[in-house]
């Protein structure tokens, strides 16, 4: 039977729980071990879908097609499982199945209430579908003391006495600040936090805590003594370099081996070559390039999360340094001259995935920067769509726009109502609801042979990635692109919806309809981002 490891955050939010979950995975992983990580999310949407990127960050897709949170990227990106609708759970959707099922007469007249049905939900999405696993981690979001996260250590505390306390581990992460005046690290949030958790009934076997200057030995053993713990189970957690260092580090901390102990189980050191590689290519590249990230959501690194990891993957891919210049689309609307001043420096030019029409104008001036400089272009999802609006304009279509910005003569970008997927038709209006209603998911694209796109993925001609959108670009403007040399590469397998465009004319110009990033791994860079950075390299020689 698989065991479990419930983490808990405590103190403030923002701790890294997510990475802590990721990197303790992957050291379970390197000892031979089967993982699997689970995020179970207390706030009340159904999935973070509709939540603006600024509100929690990217919203991170699955094969499958969930909308979820972006530390389901973190696991991903560390353990390499692809994570599934099952994965990510909101008290939202577990509120929304209870009461489809009480109006359904399901409960038989029972009242329902918080105890025992709220938690018997979140303790069945624990225990689903974990065949031949050793290990499933569930990470809790949220600060112990949240009223909405009451729910789910209660679930906690009941799944442990009924698994055994041999079976489950506990691991809280919690902060220890450095107070300056004192010249001090305090350990009393540590304490009262532990003090919540067990006055829960969770009582923590394992203690990371998060400091800026290392723990001394006196302050570890007090905070031992007074969180009921072993010494060796308080695992500082400095702040590492680079998220790709956070393993390496856990495991001379220690954290590993005091799991394993926990659970009694023997098992051969780590395999950490991947991981020393990985952090060998990032301290010591042989190069560097500058990308210009022309966005909407630039002023929080984390809504463009995974594509700012899979830059740095391309990055190690070509052993070059990446540094990402996020730049507000809007500005450009404002001064054109600034076009010029702000891309000329970039040895690459990236329009990332978007909604809505802010900033929509700057992102095509970029596209037409990028295409008539011959710099390096990489539009992603929103980015190839403004690729063709701006490739439909090039040609003299005056007004190409997208009916994602409003009424338009010249739609060159429509909304998909109909679609194939693995279940069949798709059907969709403009009046649909917003939440998960966008065509979701892995999707099969056919590329052209000897497309640029197809050398990119080394000859492949059936490609699967994640798409998530409810525009497309329309197939009645295939011509007039193509005449102007904005080339349809890559097709869905019905030969319906364009999936990628390039122009053979420039050196390396591609649009993607689906999100790439979120399939690159640093042990395992997305082939689109190895060959744009090696491009923005070859890019970086020539200015
Ligand atoms: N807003 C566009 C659409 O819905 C692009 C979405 C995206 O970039 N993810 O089609």
Redesign the pocket.
Known sequence: MARYIFITGGVVSSLGKGLMAASLAALLQARGFKVRIRKFDPYLNVDPGTMSPYQHGEVYVTDDGAETDLDLGHYERFTGVSAHQGDNITSGRVYRDIIAKERRGDYLGATVQVIPHVTDAIKEFALADTDDLDFILCEFGGTVGDIEGLPFIEAIRQLRNEMGREQTCAIHVTLVPYVSAAGELKTKPTQHSVRELTSLGVQPDVLLCRCEHPLPEGERRKIALFCNVRPEAVIPALDASSIYAVPLQYHREGLDAEVLRHFGLEAPSPNLARWNDIIDRYQNPEGEVTIGVVGKYVGLPDAYKSLNEALVHGGMANRVKVNIRWIDAEIFEQDESDIAAQLEPMHGILVP???GVRGSEGKIASVRFARERKVPFFGI??GM?MACVEGARAVGIEGASST?FGETKEPVVGIITEWMSKEGLQKRGADTDLGGT?RLGAYEARLAANSHVSSVYSGATAISERH????EVNGAYKDPLEKGGLIFSGMSPDGLLPEIVERPDHPWFIGVQFHPELKSKPFDPHPLFASFIQAALHQSRLV
């Open positions: 995935g978007g909604f999802c929103l769509q994602e966008m998530r959108h409810r525009y």
